[in-house]
């Protein structure tokens, strides 16, 4: 679940087939919260997991979760980046995608970096 005061609450999913290593790991920090930042329509922020590259990809799709493996960065991408070309969700490079936005993508927009995001469980 992705939450914070802009968006409310969006359903997500971590899928632990994709990236096994990425994907295990970041369950294992669940809750997560901390303040966001956004890039262009990508949401990232910093989380205490690290870890390399894990079939790690330059262009995404939109929904995707990514592990950013520069930054420890968990990401949240929803459209175009600084760094895409046409229509495509572009990284600043090469992430972990490890799971997907199941929710209403248009609700990301609203979020402000500096704003609290918080990553957990559903119940």
């Known amino acids: 679940m992705i939450k914070s005061e802009e968006i409310g609450s969006i359903e997500g999913e971590i899928d632990t087939e994709m990236n096994p290593e990425t994907a295990g790991g970041i369950l294992d920090q669940l809750p997560l919260e901390s303040s966001g930042n956004r890039w262009g329509e990508e949401i990232y922020f910093s989380i205490p997991f690290r870890s390399g590259e894990e079939n790690s990809q330059e262009v ?26 046409g229509d495509e969700a572009r990284p600043a490079s090469p992430v972990n995608v490890f799971g997907r936005v199941l929710g209403d993508l248009e609700k990301l927009s609203s979020f402000s970096s500096g704003s609290v995001i918080r990553i957990e469980r559903a119940d």
């Open 60 to 85: 995404v799709q939109k929904g995707d979760l990514g592990y950013w493996p520069p930054g420890n960065a968990f990401c949240i991408f929803f459209g175009r980046t600084p760094a895409s070309t």
